[in-house]
């Protein structure tokens, strides 16, 4: 009877869980439609970074920068995580300025990216704070 009675108390917990306007066959399909607006809005976010790296690269200010911590952003894109990275930023020889950027990250570029590692950067012309790490 104990594994019967654990089913219905995780069924119960579930439709606790489960966001009324969720529920049912409607609200199945309401949840599908949530979903793929949330998942456009992810891949239209990432379509604007691409596009916001490949100008940077090209008309960006060249610079380096020193890394002062890194965080997992709990993002993943094709298996590799997005990260939150502290930077001192020195472009054209001048003072340091600290940043903090989001970038995803290849796995296997994660052993590169750690405090007191210099990296290459592009900066944005016209905003200090926007950069690639390229």
Do not use: W
């Not at 009675?5 to 399909?29: C, S, W, Y």
């Not at 989001?102 to 016209?126: E, K, W, Y």
Request: one cysteine or more; a neutral charge.
């Amino acid at each position: 009877m104990g594994f019967f009675k654990d089913i219905k108390n995780l069924q119960d917990t579930a439709k606790e869980m489960t966001p009324p306007e969720h529920r049912g066959v409607l609200g199945g399909f309401r949840a599908m439609k949530d979903g793929v607006a949330q998942a456009n809005q992810v891949l239209g976010g990432i379509a604007n970074e691409g596009q916001k790296a490949q100008q940077l690269m090209q008309s960006g200010r060249v610079g380096s920068a020193t890394i002062s911590a890194v965080r997992q952003t709990g993002t993943f894109v094709n298996n590799n995580p997005e990260c939150e990275i502290d930077l001192q930023v020195s472009v054209d020889g001048g003072a340091p300025y600290a940043v903090t950027h989001r970038q995803v990250l290849a796995m296997v570029a994660l052993p590169s990216f750690q405090p007191g590692a210099s990296v290459p950067v592009r900066v944005d012309p016209g905003d200090a704070n926007s950069l690639i790490i390229a």
